[in-house]
Nanobody, 126 residues
Framework: VQLQASGGGLVQPGGSLRLSCAVS?????????IGWFRQVPGKGREGVSC???????YYADSVKGRFTISSDHAKNMVYLQMDSLEPEDTAVYYC????????????????????WGQGTQVTVSS
C-alpha cells in the first residue's frame, strides 16, 4: 500500500485546510481503515481521526467538532477537513492504513497501522 498526504500549509488561527491522502496499490473496497496522525518535534505520533471501509469515523477529543474525515472510493482518496484551526494543531500530519479492519482494532492507535505515507506540514500561526 502506498499513501501520499498533501494539502498542508500555513494558515491563521480560525482558518481551514483540507488534507488529502491518495491511496494506491490498495482498493478502498476491502475491510480497511485510513487514519490521520500528527506529530510535533519531541512528542509521539498522535491519532487524529480514522475512517473505516463501511464509513465509521473516529476522532480524537481535541479535534471533535472541528475536523471531518471523509473518503472517495472512486478516487481512492481520503480527506481531512480541518476548520477552526488552533496553534496547537501545528504539526506534521501523516495518513496511514490498516489493511484489514477487524473487531478490536483501536482506530487511533498508531501501532495498529501497517503502512504510512510521508507527512505534510500544517502550521497555524498569525
Amino acid at each position: 500500500v502506498q499513501l501520499q498526504a498533501s494539502g498542508g500549509g500555513l494558515v491563521q488561527p480560525g482558518g481551514s485546510l483540507r488534507l488529502s491522502c491518495a491511496v494506491s496499490r490498495f482498493t478502498l473496497d476491502d475491510d480497511y481503515a485510513i487514519g490521520w496522525f500528527r506529530q510535533v518535534p519531541g512528542k509521539g505520533r498522535e491519532g487524529v481521526s480514522c475512517i473505516t471501509s463501511d464509513g465509521r469515523t473516529y476522532y480524537a477529543d481535541s479535534v471533535k467538532g472541528r475536523f471531518t474525515i471523509s473518503s472517495d472510493h472512486a478516487k481512492n482518496m481520503v480527506y481531512l477537513q480541518m476548520d477552526s484551526l488552533e496553534p496547537e494543531d501545528t504539526a506534521v500530519y501523516y495518513c496511514a492504513a490498516v489493511r484489514l479492519w477487524v473487531a478490536g482494532v483501536e482506530p487511533l492507535n498508531k501501532d495498529e497501522y501497517d503502512d504510512w505515507g510521508q507527512g505534510t506540514q500544517v502550521t497555524v500561526s498569525s
